[in-house]
Nanobody, 116 residues
Protein backbone atom coordinates (compact mmCIF):
# COMPACT_ATOMS: atom_id res chain seq x y z
CA UNK A 1 0.00 0.00 0.00
CA UNK A 2 1.25 3.46 -0.91
CA UNK A 3 -0.28 6.71 0.27
CA UNK A 4 0.43 9.90 -1.63
CA UNK A 5 0.06 13.46 -0.40
CA UNK A 6 0.51 16.41 -2.74
CA UNK A 7 1.43 19.93 -1.71
CA UNK A 8 2.68 23.14 -3.27
CA UNK A 9 -0.30 24.23 -5.30
CA UNK A 10 -1.63 27.75 -5.21
CA UNK A 11 -2.35 30.90 -7.16
CA UNK A 12 0.34 32.34 -9.39
CA UNK A 13 0.49 34.89 -12.18
CA UNK A 14 1.16 33.85 -15.74
CA UNK A 15 4.88 33.40 -16.31
CA UNK A 16 5.46 32.43 -12.71
CA UNK A 17 6.66 29.19 -11.17
CA UNK A 18 5.49 26.64 -8.67
CA UNK A 19 6.97 23.43 -7.34
CA UNK A 20 4.64 20.60 -6.46
CA UNK A 21 5.70 17.94 -4.02
CA UNK A 22 4.31 14.45 -3.59
CA UNK A 23 5.24 12.66 -0.39
CA UNK A 24 4.77 8.91 -0.44
CA UNK A 25 4.52 6.38 2.33
CA UNK A 26 5.77 2.83 2.03
CA UNK A 27 9.11 1.14 1.68
CA UNK A 28 8.70 0.27 -1.98
CA UNK A 29 8.49 3.81 -3.33
CA UNK A 30 11.60 3.38 -5.46
CA UNK A 31 10.02 0.48 -7.36
CA UNK A 32 7.21 2.57 -8.79
CA UNK A 33 6.84 4.77 -11.78
CA UNK A 34 5.58 8.10 -10.49
CA UNK A 35 3.36 10.39 -12.49
CA UNK A 36 1.79 13.81 -12.29
CA UNK A 37 -1.60 14.19 -13.87
CA UNK A 38 -3.98 17.11 -14.07
CA UNK A 39 -7.64 17.69 -14.66
CA UNK A 40 -8.96 21.04 -15.71
CA UNK A 41 -12.64 21.95 -15.44
CA UNK A 42 -14.59 20.35 -18.27
CA UNK A 43 -11.59 18.44 -19.56
CA UNK A 44 -10.31 14.91 -19.28
CA UNK A 45 -7.46 13.99 -17.00
CA UNK A 46 -4.12 14.16 -18.77
CA UNK A 47 -0.62 13.00 -18.04
CA UNK A 48 1.69 15.90 -17.29
CA UNK A 49 4.92 14.06 -16.57
CA UNK A 50 6.19 10.69 -15.42
CA UNK A 51 9.41 9.31 -14.04
CA UNK A 52 10.31 5.65 -13.94
CA UNK A 53 12.06 3.73 -11.20
CA UNK A 54 15.21 4.22 -13.25
CA UNK A 55 14.54 7.97 -13.51
CA UNK A 56 13.62 7.99 -17.19
CA UNK A 57 11.18 10.80 -17.82
CA UNK A 58 8.46 11.68 -20.26
CA UNK A 59 6.24 14.74 -20.57
CA UNK A 60 2.98 15.79 -22.06
CA UNK A 61 3.45 17.87 -25.20
CA UNK A 62 1.89 20.96 -23.64
CA UNK A 63 4.46 21.15 -20.83
CA UNK A 64 7.67 20.07 -22.54
CA UNK A 65 10.44 22.55 -21.91
CA UNK A 66 8.55 24.21 -19.05
CA UNK A 67 8.00 21.48 -16.44
CA UNK A 68 10.53 19.13 -14.87
CA UNK A 69 9.78 16.00 -12.89
CA UNK A 70 12.29 14.54 -10.44
CA UNK A 71 12.35 12.09 -7.58
CA UNK A 72 14.27 11.55 -4.38
CA UNK A 73 13.97 7.91 -3.38
CA UNK A 74 15.71 8.52 -0.06
CA UNK A 75 12.91 10.93 0.88
CA UNK A 76 10.09 9.00 -0.84
CA UNK A 77 9.26 12.19 -2.72
CA UNK A 78 8.58 13.23 -6.27
CA UNK A 79 8.59 16.82 -7.48
CA UNK A 80 7.15 18.76 -10.35
CA UNK A 81 8.90 22.03 -11.07
CA UNK A 82 6.62 24.20 -13.17
CA UNK A 83 8.07 27.26 -14.90
CA UNK A 84 6.54 29.62 -17.40
CA UNK A 85 3.06 28.87 -16.16
CA UNK A 86 0.13 29.72 -18.40
CA UNK A 87 -3.56 30.17 -17.60
CA UNK A 88 -4.25 26.91 -19.43
CA UNK A 89 -2.15 25.11 -16.81
CA UNK A 90 -4.90 25.80 -14.29
CA UNK A 91 -6.11 22.44 -12.98
CA UNK A 92 -6.11 20.07 -10.07
CA UNK A 93 -2.80 18.23 -10.12
CA UNK A 94 -2.61 14.65 -8.94
CA UNK A 95 0.33 12.46 -8.02
CA UNK A 96 0.12 8.77 -8.90
CA UNK A 97 2.22 5.65 -8.46
CA UNK A 98 2.18 2.60 -10.64
CA UNK A 99 3.97 -0.01 -12.66
CA UNK A 100 3.68 -1.78 -15.99
CA UNK A 101 1.70 1.09 -17.45
CA UNK A 102 -0.98 1.14 -14.80
CA UNK A 103 -1.26 3.73 -12.06
CA UNK A 104 -2.54 2.12 -8.90
CA UNK A 105 -2.26 4.71 -6.16
CA UNK A 106 -3.47 8.29 -6.33
CA UNK A 107 -3.23 11.35 -4.15
CA UNK A 108 -6.07 13.72 -3.35
CA UNK A 109 -4.81 16.46 -5.62
CA UNK A 110 -3.65 20.04 -5.24
CA UNK A 111 -5.15 23.05 -7.01
CA UNK A 112 -2.99 25.15 -9.30
CA UNK A 113 -4.49 28.39 -10.57
CA UNK A 114 -2.67 30.62 -13.03
CA UNK A 115 -4.04 34.12 -13.49
CA UNK A 116 -3.58 36.08 -16.70
Amino acid sequence: QVQLVESGGGLVQAGGSLRLTCAASGRTFSWYTMGWFRRAPGKQRELVAAISSGSSTNYGDSVKGRFTISRDNALNTVYLQMNGLKPEDTAVYYCAAGSRGEYIYWGQGTQVTVSS
